[in-house]
């Protein structure tokens, strides 16, 4: 399912920080497998394109639209348990 993002500059800018960039968190939240969360929160993690997999953080608004509130890198064992659950 693909989904609509909400992006602003506060979340476009944090996600920026730690050097990902909003098309391949669009991509990792629309292919990838999200658990649910505390507090109506959702975590998904996957590869970007050249491998680095990263971790996306978000919420859906009323209407479905994906809100992220935060993006990272996972580090290297952060990434081999990911791609073990996936």
């Given at each position: ?20 960039f909003a098309p391949a968190v669009e ?57 073990r659950r996936r």
């Amino acid at each position: 399912m693909l989904h609509d993002f909400r992006w602003i500059d506060w979340n476009i800018e944090k996600i920026e920080k730690h050097g990902v960039f909003a098309p391949a968190v669009e991509a990792v939240v629309n292919t990838g497998s999200p658990r649910k969360m505390s507090g109506g929160r959702y975590t998904v993690a996957g590869p970007m394109p050249g491998g680095l997999w990263i971790q996306v953080v978000y919420t859906l608004d009323d209407d479905g639209t994906v809100f992220v509130l935060h993006a990272r890198s996972l580090t290297p064992d952060e990434a081999k348990r990911a791609r073990r659950r996936r």
